[in-house]
Every structure is written in C-alpha cells, then in structure tokens.
C-alpha cells in the first residue's frame, strides 16, 4: 500500500518494554523500600493476613492499600491466597527470610538507608555527571556523610549494622571458599562491627583476627564480638588508615572499603596492606567488582554511580584495576574469587 512502511518480514518487531521496564523502575523500587520502612514483610513473618488487618497494623488509610499489596504479589515480593477482601497475603521464603527484622539473615538495613539517604539522593544524578560533585549531605548541610555518621554513635551504630547484613553472605563465602589454612593472623581493616573478623575466627579456630577501625567505632565492635562470644580470638585495634601504620597480620582484609576512595586514596590503602603483611601473606578487598569488559554486573557498575553520588571521585572498579595497582606497589600476583551474588573477593599475594 503506498506510503505504509512495512517491516521486513525477517525481523522481529522492536520492543520498547525493557527501555519503560528500566524507565519507570522507580516505580517498584519505592514500592519495596516503603514495605521494608513500614515493616510489612517483619509483620507478616510466617503468617498469612488480608488486606485489613495488614492496613489496621501498619496504620494505612489510602483507597491504594490492595494496590500496593497485589503490586508487591506482581513483583513476586508477596504470596497470596485467594482474591478480594478475604484474601491473605504472606511472605515469599525470600521476603520471609531476608526482610524479616527478626531474622539473623535480615538484609532490609541497606534498604532502609536506601530509602532515607539514597533515594532523594540520587535525583541528583544529572548534576553529579555535569560537575563531579557529591549529592550527599554535603551538598545541603555542608558536612560529608562520614561527619554526619560519626557526629552521632546511634546513627553509626545503625549504618553499620546496615553493612553487616549485606555483607554476611559475602564474608561467610570468603570464609568458605579462600584457603585461611596457610596463614594463622587477620587483620581485617574498617571492620567496623568486628563481622568479618568474628565469621573468619568461628569458619577457623586456628585464626587470630584482629578488627581495625577509628577509635569511636571500638565500644562498637568491642559489643558485637563479645556478644558472639568471640573476646578470646579476636581483638579491637583503633585508628585511622591513612595516617597510622595497620597492624601487621599474615592476611589483610577490606570490604567495602576501596570503593569509597580516589585513586590516590585506593593506593595509598594497597601499600599499606603491603606494607603491613610478610612475604607469603595476602591482601583481599571484598567488593561488587565490575567485571573486566564492564558489560555484566550491573549492581557493580550501579554502585560505582553511587560512589558518584556520595563522595564525587570515588568508585567501583574491576578485577583488571586490582591487578594493575596491586602489581604497582610489589604484590607478585592476583586472582579474583568470586563469592555471593555480584561481589567478590580481589586478593593479591606478597
């Protein structure tokens, strides 16, 4: 028909679902982060509720509630048994076992920081590619998000524990997968609650490990590791890892840690790690590496955005990178080993 386009008959149409998908995924992102922050998933915990008694507990009084909780049935976040006003919703054994406040696994404390810091944060985007500039705090009450966590021991003590869930996984797979056999001290480096140290020390009673961090973190990390009944194998050292030496150990540890920093910060951590280790010893940064061809691991290249966001200079980097510095200041060779989900394990050895 003259003056229609037609589409070869060879070719697919083309879809534009993953660029709305992508588009509007603010859409259920803030729906999961309000059900964490409501503590929806924490309420339902093993059980099954309708509509109203869920509206009555967390006191929800829009026409929207059924909205929101089918919503979150789509996005295969609830489970739910039969329809309209009888209807019970309950947890998936995902929602029930990582966003349940009550569980150990509980991981819904990057959420709830995510939903009160990152998310007006990150509307900010725009202007941080432009200028390279933070988004934080420091760009409306001029303090860096480091002075506003450590100006108020509740608030640190919060983020930390935040860490800690996500990071579980992660240490508990370093902990199975990397051969600690060989090497008998740890010192792992902004260990924070002392998580890391406890998890190497319980996977490996021969380990002596020792926590490093700044001095108001230790009543902190001293808490956390008598708590788990730790006090004997593993120590609390204070003290700031750009101005003082780190505490010599046969492995050094850092998760989560270079990612924060410039390059010149990132080097200036890798030297120390060797400066603090013996011949034979091993330096190991647990991060969501970028993969090398950066074409896969997108929480990974996200996250390195959200360095963007937070500190304007720093990001997330690939196993290459890793190489590349470590090789810089003496370490004779490295691996990448990956452990839960987008993160891994970069270790170099001396």
Request: charged share 20%; glycine share 10%.
């Amino acid at each position: 028909m003259a003056g229609v386009s037609e589409q070869p008959l060879s070719e697919a149409p083309l879809d534009p679902g993953l660029i709305m998908q992508v588009g509007m995924g603010f859409w259920p992102s803030k729906t999961l982060l309000s059900a964490v922050e409501l503590g929806l998933f924490t309420f339902l915990g093993s059980e099954a509720r309708t509509g109203s008694e869920i509206a009555e507990e967390l006191d929800l009084r829009s026409r929207a509630v059924y909205d929101f909780l089918d919503g979150l049935v789509a996005l295969r976040l609830l489970e739910r048994d039969g329809a309209g006003d009888t209807a019970r919703y309950r947890n998936t054994p995902e929602t029930a076992t990582f966003l349940d406040r009550n569980r150990p696994e509980y991981i819904g404390g990057l959420l709830e920081m995510a939903n009160a810091r990152l998310y007006p944060f990150w509307a900010g985007l725009t202007e941080a590619l432009q200028t390279g500039t933070p988004q934080n705090e420091i760009k409306h009450t001029g303090h860096s998000m480091f002075e506003e966590l450590y100006a108020e021991p509740a608030r640190l003590e919060q983020f930390m524990q935040a860490m800690a869930g996500i990071s579980a996984g992660n240490f508990h797979a370093l902990a199975a997968k990397f051969d600690f056999s060989r090497y008998q001290t740890v010192c792992d480096v902004g260990g924070a609650t002392g998580q890391l140290s406890i998890i190497l020390a319980g996977h490996h009673p021969h380990l002596r490990c020792t926590s490093f961090d700044l001095p108001v973190v230790e009543p902190i990390a001293k808490r956390t590791i008598e708590a788990a009944g730790m006090a004997d194998r593993v120590t609390v050292a204070s003290g700031d890892f750009f101005a003082d030496e780190l505490p010599r150990a046969d492995v050094v540890t850092m998760g989560l840690i270079l990612h924060d920093w410039n390059l010149e910060r990132k080097l200036q951590l890798i030297q120390a790690a060797y400066d603090a280790i013996p011949p034979g010893g091993a330096f190991i940064a647990v991060e969501n590496l970028i993969d090398d061809d950066r074409r896969e691991n997108v929480f990974g290249l996200m996250m390195s955005l959200n360095m963007l966001i937070e500190f304007g200079d720093a990001f997330d980097y690939t196993g290459a990178d890793f190489r590349g510095w470590c090789e810089s200041v003496g370490f004779r060779s490295c691996e990448v080993l990956p452990l839960a989900g987008p993160a891994s394990a970069a270790i170099a050895y001396k």
